[in-house]
């Protein structure tokens, strides 16, 4: 697949088959993510390994589609709002580079906002300066959906003078 083709066809995967990721690939993938554009090198990202107990506390109601595998990400906390919204954006960064080397992969991921919840945060036990960014569902798909069409990028720009 060319970068575009992984780009456009990359889904939201929200049913999953129960076969496991191999642990040298999902490394391959979190590694490569990690070339993400990051301000100061301070790679803001941390990872949750989500394990039964923790997933079942989550009560997500389809189990996040039945993935064989949870991760958290986590947001460095910052001593400013900027450098904090900057932390967010590096690890947005991280993880779409993850969605997109699983994807060239042949593996598919859910982004879900659960994990900032309040019940997200107490489950996960997330620091109280941290921000939770996802938690990702990831597998191989059981299904993957149509894509949802764009806005023409053209409606989406101004130019100033
Ligand atoms: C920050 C963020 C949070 C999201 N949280 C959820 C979520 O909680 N539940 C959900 O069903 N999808 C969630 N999504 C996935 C979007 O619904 C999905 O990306 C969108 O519908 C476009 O579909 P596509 O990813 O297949 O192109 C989230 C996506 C992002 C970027």
Redesign the pocket.
């Given at each position: 697949m060319t970068i575009l083709d992984t780009i456009r066809t990359r889904?939201?995967i929200k049913a999953f088959k129960p076969d496991p990721i191999p642990e040298q690939e999902l490394n391959t993938w979190l590694e490569a993510a990690s070339y993400a554009p990051n301000h100061r090198m301070n790679e803001p990202w941390e990872l949750l390994l989500i394990g039964p107990e923790t997933r079942a506390a989550l009560n997500h109601k389809t189990d996040f589609g039945g993935a064989p595998l949870l991760i958290g990400v986590l947001s460095k906390p910052a001593d400013n709002a900027m450098a904090r919204d900057e932390n967010i954006m590096a690890v947005s960064c991280y993880i779409q580079n993850f969605m997109l080397a699983a994807h060239e992969a042949g593996a598919g991921v859910f982004?879900?906002?659960?994990g900032a919840s309040a019940l997200g945060r107490k489950v996960l036990g997330v620091p109280e300066e941290h921000d939770v960014v996802a938690i990702l569902a990831v597998g191989y798909p059981l299904e993957v959906?149509a894509?949802?069409p764009r806005t023409m990028v053209e409606d989406k720009i101004t130019t100033l003078p």
């Open positions: 889904r939201t982004w879900s906002s659960l959906p894509a949802k």
